[in-house]
């Protein structure tokens, strides 16, 4: 398990490597003539950049190394971001993810793929299937948690970042209602946000009046963005800031 551990220190936090190094080598023992995992293994699929929008999965894809019971285990990397998305045998090949191990949200990100070897078959170092083999976890990040604005202060900026491989229609709206029933948002600002190879960053005034014209009254709001994904096949929305407005 040591060698394990050690190798997954490069790609996952401590305790993360740790527990996976425990769980891959679990009641372990290498058998005979067990191949070199690490030497053989390789993904066919995706061919380069693939986008990951939420509700959605990416699916990876090897030819299966048989004659071992080794695993790898799958992680995104984004600068000195580790997120793990879950782990397979080396002889199914294929392996499916939406989510992060616990099953949160991957944050929006350009990552690399790698991946480390476990089980019965230990290798070093980890798989890194390059840098034209990118995952874009397509979506919206806010710069902000918390606003107040006044309408002597429109227009006001809305600052936030988008990841997006391919294009979406982006609707930004004010809800007096975050969390509750749906259907009384108000939107102020509308875009299209192409697809890009980098994260960007964007500016969307609110001006305190609808996209309609229609004065938005006074109140404490959640801010959202709407993303229309896929041509319009798919919508999610992204909770941002409170905001408290004063007209």
Do not use: K
Request: glycine content about 12%.
């Amino acid at each position: 398990m040591g060698r394990l551990a050690a190798l997954l220190g490069l790609t996952l936090a401590p305790a993360i490597a740790s527990a996976l190094a425990s769980a891959l080598t679990a009641g372990c023992t290498t058998p005979a003539g067990c191949p070199d995992v690490a030497a053989s293994f390789a993904l066919t699929a995706p061919g380069g950049a693939t986008e990951l929008v939420p509700g959605s999965t990416v699916r990876l894809t090897w030819e299966p190394i048989t004659g071992t019971s080794a695993v790898v285990a799958f992680v995104l990397v984004d600068g000195d971001e580790r997120i793990p998305t879950g782990t397979a045998e080396v002889s199914a090949g294929m392996h499916e993810f939406s989510t992060t191990n616990s099953g949160a949200p991957i944050a929006p990100g350009v990552y690399r793929i790698q991946g480390a070897f476990g089980g019965c078959a230990l290798s070093e170092p980890a798989y890194d299937a390059g840098a034209l083999r990118l995952v874009f976890a397509q979506g919206v990040t806010f710069a902000d948690t918390s606003l107040t604005i006044t309408g002597a202060q429109t227009p006001r900026d809305i600052a936030f970042t988008t990841v997006s491989l391919s294009s979406f229609e982006l609707e930004l709206l004010v809800d007096p209602t975050p969390g509750g029933a749906a259907g009384d948002e108000l939107v102020f600002a509308t875009g299209t946000v192409p697809g890009e190879l980098v994260a960007m960053n964007r500016r969307y005034a609110f001006t305190g009046t609808t996209t309609t014209s229609t004065a938005i009254p006074a109140g404490t709001y959640g801010v959202v963005a709407r993303v229309h994904a896929r041509n319009g096949t798919l919508t999610y929305d992204v909770p941002g800031p409170q905001l408290t407005w004063t007209p």
